[in-house]
């Protein structure tokens, strides 16, 4: 492994920073949800994924790489949805092994309803304070990081307004 390159002052103070950022901007967002709509935000991403795929549905399996989720986590999170009617999971009559999972009309109320106050607050603690240039220099380092963590582009991306929706 060899010598440590321990961060230098303004390395240690980017990081620190950055970190700080994510964890705030992760619970701002939890608690904004919750507030508004009783949505945790794990339990609003797993509603935004099913209504952005094909068909308004995925395997469980493909859901889970999707939220970078342990499949027990997700089973725990998805046995709550489905008891309040927002998800509907099945097994495919050809492959009976596997479980699919598909957002339901009140899922998609819940959802629409919950939207607006959600990329109110993304709007509010995201790109509301940063430069157009920002946000472009935000995605490039955001890019850059993903060739770093996942140099085979192996994890699933999230689609591409432009392209493609996910696959399964």
Known sequence: MGETRWLDDGEQQTWRAFLTAVNLLDGALDRQLRH???LPHAY???L???SEAPGRELTMTRLARLLRSSPSRLSHAAARLEGEGMIRRFKRPDDRRTTIVEIT?????ALESAAPGHVHEVR???FDTLSSEQVGQL???SESMLSALDPQGEEPRYPDPDGARYQD
């Open 139 to 141: 995605r490039e380092i």
């Open 48 to 50: 935004a994924m099913l």
């Open 44 to 46: 609003y991403q797993i």
């Open 105 to 109: 009309p009140e899922g998609m109320k």
């Open 36 to 38: 508004d709509s009783g």
């Open 124 to 126: 509010r603690v995201l």
